[in-house]
């Protein structure tokens, strides 16, 4: 009974010492929360710092990954142009397309919704890109969009991607530096900041 009395401390101890963690992250990740439904990230989804660097080197990295994707496209609805990266996976996922009765339609959906005078989420196309593109649209095939989709990647890896790499949307996924802590506190805040910044970023379209 003695040893019984002398183990319930530990075993209160350690119910709070969880509970606190529990009551800690939920208050530094209610940000997350607040910003409507998100996809919870398990441990095996966390983007590894090796992936994150790989980001940096170019656009195409970047986008390419499900985690950078989604951080692009965070940060671009910050600066209202998400539009951009819709359009482009737009046209990647009608490249995709296999039957050619679909083609069409797709084709119709993407000019309506980003390239038309009334498109809702008009993409910035030159004149002769945009000429071209409709006159694709009399007998649509997958490469249609090739050339809008070409200028509209060169225009956010000059402009809205160098941006990015310098923004929190960036930066806070990339290990902070080891100056001025140890090395146990440095891998937490590191683990921490990733699992809620993933949450924050891991919803796409």
Same mark, same amino acid.
């Given at each position: ?15 709070? !010492? ?16 607040? &910003? ?6 398990? /441990?095996?989804?966390?983007?590894? &710092? ?14 390419? !990954? ?12 910050? +600066? ?9 996976? *737009?046209?990647? +996922? ?5 039957? /050619?009765?679909?083609? *069409? ?12 005078? &009334? ?15 409709? !006159?694709?649209?009399?007998? /649509? #095939? ?11 990647? #060169? ?12 923004? @929190? ?7 902070? @530096? ?11 805040? !590191?683990?921490?900041?990733?699992? =809620?910044?993933?949450?924050?970023? *891991? &919803? =796409?379209?």
């Amino acid at each position: 009974s003695t040893e019984m009395l002398k183990a319930i401390p530990a075993v209160y101890l350690d119910m709070k !010492h969880r509970l606190g963690v529990l009551l800690q992250k939920s208050d530094s990740c209610d940000y997350s929360s607040s &910003q409507g439904k998100k996809e919870k990230i398990s /441990p095996s989804q966390r983007v590894s &710092q090796e992936e994150v660097k790989k980001w940096a080197e170019s656009l195409e990295n970047l986008i390419h !990954h499900d985690r950078g994707l989604a951080a692009f496209r965070a940060f671009l609805k910050s +600066e209202y142009s998400e539009e951009n990266i819709d359009f482009w996976v *737009s046209c990647e +996922e009608y490249k995709k397309t296999k039957s /050619p009765a679909k083609l *069409s339609p797709k084709a119709r959906k993407i000019y309506d919704e980003f390239i038309s005078v &009334q498109a809702t989420k008009e993409v910035n196309l030159d004149s002769c890109t945009r000429e071209k593109t409709s !006159h694709n649209m009399l007998e /649509p #095939t997958l490469s249609c969009f090739d050339e809008a989709q070409r200028k509209i990647f #060169t225009l956010m890896e000059k402009d809205s991607y160098r941006r990015f790499l310098k923004s @929190p949307y960036y930066l806070d996924l990339v290990s902070p @530096p080891g100056a001025g802590c140890g090395p146990e506190s440095c891998q937490r805040t !590191h683990a921490h900041s990733l699992d =809620c910044n993933s949450n924050i970023i *891991s &919803q =796409c379209a």
